[in-house]
């Protein structure tokens, strides 16, 4: 049992033939798994049958989604290098184009002369970030902007083509053909592990060190204090 397609999807681990090999991927980190299932909710989950060896692989997987009140929210299937494939591409390409661009959009504002607090405050602290986000998962990227000023809607949707270029999506396809579905990653990934993770232990640091974080630090428990969070 899998909650990750990544390591038998890569090939990093090959499992014996005489078993049952399936996946129940819950579509949610981890911790918020719990949460839901202690509210009497779920997350939604991917499930795969990599191997059945038993003929009752695919209701057992169903059972560990039902027992952990996926089912509650929706199943789905997809094949276990699928899962790893969308995790990846997630994570290399949108996740980090975001995080990118969070920090550009605030080195520009305050090479503008602003407050750097105010970006972090209006970004992050508020909560409002987070409430667009539920609005798009209930809405629609786009129907949740009607949400939004008249003002909002047109400077978002006239202004969002200028930051589409054939460069950007030039790094995203070769993220997703080299990196993750011809499997440079998971061979870089695996070198890394094996080495200590040392590289992983420099970016965090770096992250940390980076404006953006360094203001957040600061910004974020006072407005949580404020909010009497």
Do not use: C
Not at 93 to 113: D, H
């Amino acid at each position: 049992m899998w909650a990750s397609g990544y390591n038998v999807g890569f090939g990093v681990i090959v499992p014996p033939p005489d078993i049952d090999v399936v996946l129940v991927a819950p579509r949610m980190i981890g911790t918020e798994v719990r949460t839901l299932f202690e509210r009497g909710k779920g997350a939604m989950a991917q499930i795969a049958v990599h191997q059945d060896a038993s003929g009752h692989a695919r209701e057992r997987a169903m059972a560990i989604a039902h027992g952990i009140g996926a089912t509650r929210a929706g199943v789905f299937e997809a094949p276990f290098r699928v899962e790893a494939d969308l995790d990846l591409f997630m994570e290399q390409v949108v996740w980090a184009s975001l995080s990118a661009m969070f920090r550009t959009w605030m080195e520009v504002w305050v090479e503008a002369g602003y407050d750097p607090d105010l970006f972090v405050l209006e970004m992050f602290a508020t909560g409002e970030t987070g409430e667009i986000f539920e609005l798009i998962r209930k809405e629609g990227f786009f129907r949740q902007l009607w949400h939004h000023s008249t003002t909002s809607q047109y400077g978002t949707i006239s202004r969002a083509p200028l930051f589409v270029s054939e460069d950007v999506k030039r790094t995203a396809r070769g993220l997703l053909e080299r990196d993750i579905k011809g499997g440079a990653f998971a061979r870089e990934w695996s070198v890394e592990q094996a080495g200590g993770s040392e590289t992983l232990v420099q970016l965090k640091a770096e992250a940390l060190e980076s404006q953006l974080s360094t203001v957040m630090d600061v910004v974020l428990p006072l407005a949580r204090q404020a909010h009497g969070a």
